[in-house]
T-cell receptor
Framework: NAGVTQTPKFRILKIGQSMTLQCTQDMNHNYMYWYRQDPGMGLKLIYYSVGAGITDKGEVPNGYNVSRSTTEDFPLRLELAAPSQTSVYFC?????????????????FGPGTRLTVL | AQSVAQPEDQVNVAEGNPLTVKCTYSVSGNPYLFWYVQYPNRGLQFLLKYITGDNLVKGSYGFEAEFNKSQTSFHLKKPSALVSDSALYFCAVRDANSGYALNFGKGTSLLVTP
C-alpha cells in the first residue's frame, strides 16, 4: 500500500494563477481531509469529505474548492492564487466504517505539497 | 469547540534523559486525543491516541502519553530520549462536528542534544 500520496511536492504560482493539488489514497478510506500548515500555527482544516460525492467546508475554506468523485481521490483546487495561500498543504484520510473503535479515526497523512504564491 | 493547547514552543532535553511534551485540552463530552510527529520536510506520522480505557497509552517508537481527566491534560512522554526524536510534535483532538477532523495544537519543537 502506498497510503496517501500527494502531487506535486513543490509548486510556485504567480498571483491569480490556478492549480489543482492532487491527493490519492489506496486504503479504501471513506473520510478524507485537506489541511494547511503555516509556521507556528499548527494545521487548519480547509475541506473534508465523508464519502464520494459529499464534501463540506472546514475552518479556512475561502479561496479553495474540492470535489470527491471517487473514494480514492480528493483534489483541492485553487482558482485565483493569492500570497496568503502560501503554505504547506496536507491531505489525510481515515476510516470509520465497519471496523473496531480502536482503529477508527486514526488519520494517515500524505507527504505534503509546499506551495509558494508570488 | 474542541481544542488543545501546547504551552511550550520548544523543549530541550539531553539524550538519555526523560522527556515530556505538554498538551492540555478543552472539549465537551469525552475527548479523543492524538499525538503526531513531524520530521523536517515530511508529513505527519501517527504516534498514539486515547479513546477510552487505560489512562496510560503506549504508542510507537517508545512514546507513551498519560491522560489526566482532572487536569485536562494529555502529556507525551518517553523514558529515555534519543537524538533521532528531535522533531515537531503535535497534539490534536477529534472534532465530531467536522467529519471527525482533527483540531491541532500549534506544535512543540523537541530538540534532543547528544
Amino acid at each position: 500500500n502506498a497510503g496517501v500520496t500527494q502531487t506535486p511536492k513543490f509548486r510556485i504560482l504567480k498571483i491569480g494563477q490556478s492549480m489543482t493539488l492532487q491527493c490519492t489514497q489506496d486504503m479504501n478510506h471513506n473520510y478524507m481531509y485537506w489541511y494547511r500548515q503555516d509556521p507556528g500555527m499548527g494545521l487548519k482544516l480547509i475541506y473534508y469529505s465523508v464519502g464520494a460525492g459529499i464534501t463540506d467546508k472546514g475552518e479556512v475554506p475561502n479561496g479553495y474548492n474540492v470535489s470527491r468523485s471517487t473514494t480514492e481521490d480528493f483534489p483541492l483546487r485553487l482558482e485565483l492564487a493569492a500570497p496568503s495561500q502560501t503554505s504547506v498543504y496536507f491531505c489525510a484520510s481515515s476510516s470509520r466504517a465497519g471496523i473496531a473503535l480502536a482503529v477508527q479515526d486514526t488519520q494517515y497523512f500524505g507527504p505534503g505539497t509546499r506551495l509558494t504564491v508570488l | 469547540a474542541q481544542s488543545v493547547a501546547q504551552p511550550e514552543d520548544q523543549v530541550n532535553v539531553a539524550e538519555g534523559n526523560p522527556l515530556t511534551v505538554k498538551c492540555t485540552y478543552s472539549v465537551s463530552g469525552n475527548p479523543y486525543l492524538f499525538w503526531y510527529v513531524q520530521y523536517p520536510n515530511r508529513g505527519l506520522q501517527f504516534l498514539l491516541k486515547y479513546i477510552t480505557g487505560d489512562n496510560l497509552v503506549k504508542g510507537s517508537y517508545g512514546f507513551e502519553a498519560e491522560f489526566n481527566k482532572s487536569q485536562t491534560s494529555f502529556h507525551l512522554k518517553k523514558p529515555s530520549a534519543l537524538v533521532s526524536d528531535s522533531a515537531l510534535y503535535f497534539c490534536a483532538v477529534r472534532d465530531a462536528n467536522s467529519g471527525y477532523a482533527l483540531n491541532f495544537g500549534k506544535g512543540t519543537s523537541l530538540l534532543v542534544t547528544p
